[in-house]
């Protein structure tokens, strides 16, 4: 499975651009924003935070990245990712 990342900043198309690889290639979605919000919940020590320091939070991040993207499957379109405030829905994962 290959993963594509897309970063920019806000409202630069990120999302629309997700959404029309989504409908055209079948990828599973996943909002760098709700992750990065369930991290900073869930790990608050980390210092990964929405309101961020680029390099910081990019240094904090990353090692998590690789290991929750290994969690989901797009052969079926459902996550494999066990999160009680969220949902896999036509290969979104829904908060």
Same mark, same amino acid.
């Given at each position: 499975?290959? !993963?594509?990342?897309?970063?920019? +900043?806000?409202?630069?198309?990120?999302?629309?651009?997700?959404?029309?690889?989504?409908?055209?290639?079948?990828?599973?979605?996943? &909002? *760098?924003?709700?992750?990065?919000?369930?991290?900073? !919940?869930?790990? +608050? !020590?980390?210092?990964?935070?929405?309101?961020?320091?680029?390099?910081? *939070?990019?240094?904090?991040?990353? +090692?998590?990245?690789? #290991?929750?993207?290994?969690?989901?499957?797009? /052969?079926?379109?459902?996550?494999?990712? /066990?999160? &009680?405030?969220? *949902?896999?829905?036509?290969? #979104?994962?829904?908060?």
């Amino acid at each position: 499975m290959k !993963n594509i990342i897309i970063v920019g +900043p806000s409202r630069s198309g990120k999302s629309t651009l997700a959404k029309r690889i989504n409908e055209e290639l079948g990828f599973f979605v996943l &909002s *760098t924003d709700k992750l990065v919000a369930i991290f900073e !919940n869930a790990y +608050p !020590n980390l210092d990964i935070r929405l309101n961020w320091d680029r390099d910081k *939070t990019t240094e904090n991040l990353a +090692p998590f990245l690789g #290991h929750f993207l290994g969690m989901f499957s797009v /052969d079926d379109g459902k996550g494999l990712l /066990d999160y &009680s405030h969220g *949902t896999v829905k036509e290969n #979104h994962f829904v908060l």
